[in-house]
């Protein structure tokens, strides 16, 4: 299953993957708008300030995946665009194109 990946998808143990996001915050409404250089790109409605946008992100990627909010942590990036968050659930979730 890890062939099938996308390619914005690293797989780090059977349980857990690392996902590199493309972010864009203060946006009109929150969503996925594809891919960019190798990332998801995610639109989110939360500016980049006092780290709401980081909160938000990871409230958007759990409620996308249907996985809990405390299993999505951001690993790398808290004050750039490109992110790498950690995804932990018991199997692979359905992956956002």
Same mark, same amino acid.
């Given at each position: !299953? #890890?062939?099938?990946?996308?390619?914005?998808?690293? /797989?780090?143990?059977?349980?857990? &993957?690392?996902?590199?996001? &493309?972010? $864009?915050?203060?946006?009109? +409404?929150? =969503?996925?708008?594809?891919?960019?250089?190798?990332?998801?790109?995610?639109?989110? !409605?939360?500016? =980049? @300030?006092?780290?709401?946008?980081? +909160? =938000?992100?990871?409230?958007?990627?759990?409620? #996308?995946?249907? @996985?809990? /909010?405390?299993?999505?942590?951001? #690993? +790398?990036?808290? +004050?750039?665009?490109? /992110?790498?968050?950690?995804?932990?659930?018991?199997? #692979?979730?359905? &992956?956002? $194109?």
């Amino acid at each position: !299953m #890890e062939d099938s990946l996308p390619v914005y998808v690293r /797989k780090v143990s059977d349980e857990s &993957w690392a996902l590199s996001i &493309w972010v $864009q915050p203060g946006a009109k +409404k929150s =969503a996925v708008e594809g891919i960019h250089d190798g990332c998801l790109k995610v639109r989110l !409605m939360a500016p =980049a @300030v006092e780290n709401k946008a980081n +909160k =938000a992100l990871t409230a958007f990627i759990a409620a #996308e995946l249907g @996985v809990k /909010k405390g299993r999505v942590h951001i #690993e +790398k990036g808290e +004050k750039s665009r490109r /992110k790498t968050v950690i995804v932990e659930a018991g199997s #692979e979730p359905p &992956w956002p $194109q």
